[in-house]
């Protein structure tokens, strides 16, 4: 009877502990179900923000896309200004797309956006003020032109029309001048669009073996040159063909490595107005898209120390492109 009454305490005992247990699983169930309800509307969220930033982003684009062609007219420098704006606006347009496609870049995304509303009033606002500049110079030029012919019709003496023809050549002469700069600040804008600019730059350490095979190394006292790679990008204003590309290595202490048997020599730096010294040039096949450029470059006699390695490429006298490395 004493172990009927025992063994009815020890199934009683376990019945209550299979039923807290399954209380516990609930309970955790239904919790869980409540957290993942949570993180799908969060995601439902950040979806619908996305599409609207993704929405507002094309419309933005489209129509900058669309004031800028409807400013262009028959000036060919000041168009070609506003192709290269259009060409930056795609730019940073990609550039905000890629970050809404990662969900996790959407604050960074949306302060993007802003910064390409920015720029699209910014360029807005310089071409209409090149076009003021340039109606105000014509609306000069012709009225200076109408002056020259009312002043030749009126003067009654050869004297007086000598000195009034004078005046006016002067005048033009002053209209010329204040053209010929406009022109050649115009034309340095067109310079500056047309470089290629560069990326993906990447600096490999290498020492060649006994083989001939060069190898990979971190360390400066084994390392004997540097191959040097990068990716022109696509730039739709320069002129396809044959591109030219200037490369300087600069040392820790920020001194260019450049002798003339290593394809160095001096260049002029169209930022600074300076002549600059180069490590060595690299000539280019280019066809207005993205290529794929390398060089194996060696110091001849002159060792590599540790530290931190830049490599600037410059194109037109332009810096176009930077990278670095540490050799150890």
């Known amino acids: 009877m004493s172990n009927n009454k025992q063994s009815q305490q020890r199934l009683l005992t376990i019945a209550v502990i299979v039923i807290m247990v399954l209380l516990l699983i609930n309970a955790f169930l239904l919790f869980n179900k409540v957290s993942q309800g949570k993180v799908i509307e969060e995601q439902k969220t950040e979806l619908a923000e996305t599409e609207k930033l993704k929405t ?9 896309q669309a004031e800028l062609e409807a400013m262009k007219g028959t000036n060919e420098e000041l168009n070609a200004i506003i192709d290269q704006q259009k060409l930056e606006l795609k730019q940073q347009r990609d550039k905000v797309d890629r970050l809404l496609r990662d969900g996790k870049e959407l604050n960074r995304a949306r302060a993007e956006l ?11 606002a310089r071409i209409n003020q090149l076009t003021a500049e340039n109606e105000n110079l014509r609306a000069e030029r ?8 009312n002043l030749s019709q009126n003067l009654d003496s050869a004297s007086a029309i000598n000195r009034q023809l004078s005046d006016e050549k002067q005048a033009l002469t002053a209209e010329k001048q204040t053209l010929t700069e406009e022109r050649g600040r115009l034309s340095d804008k067109v310079n500056l ?12 350490p290498l020492k060649e073996r006994s083989s ?5 190394k971190k360390y400066a006292k084994n390392v004997e040159k540097l191959k040097i790679c990068f990716q022109a990008t696509d730039n739709l204003i320069t002129k396809a063909g044959t591109e030219q590309f200037y490369v300087r290595v600069l ?39 993205a290529t794929q450029v390398c060089h194996v470059w060696s110091p001849s006699l002159e060792s590599f120390s540790q530290g931190k390695y830049t490599v600037e490429v410059y194109n037109k006298g332009h810096r176009a492109g930077t990278g670095q490395v540490v050799l150890k």
């Open 193 to 204: 669009a047309s470089v290629i600019k560069v990326n993906s730059l990447e600096i490999t």
């Open 251 to 289: 040392t820790p202490r920020g001194e260019t490595m450049s002798a003339e048997n290593t394809g160095g020599g001096k260049v002029f730096n169209r930022d600074t107005g300076e002549e600059m010294l180069y490590s060595f040039s690299k000539e280019v096949d280019y066809d207005n898209r």
């Open 212 to 216: 001939g095979k060069d190898v990979k």
């Open 114 to 124: 802003r910064n390409f509303k920015s720029q699209v009033e910014e360029y807005v």
């Open 142 to 149: 012709d009225d200076l032109t109408a002056q020259t012919r």
């Open 56 to 64: 507002e982003l094309e419309k933005q684009y489209h129509d900058a």
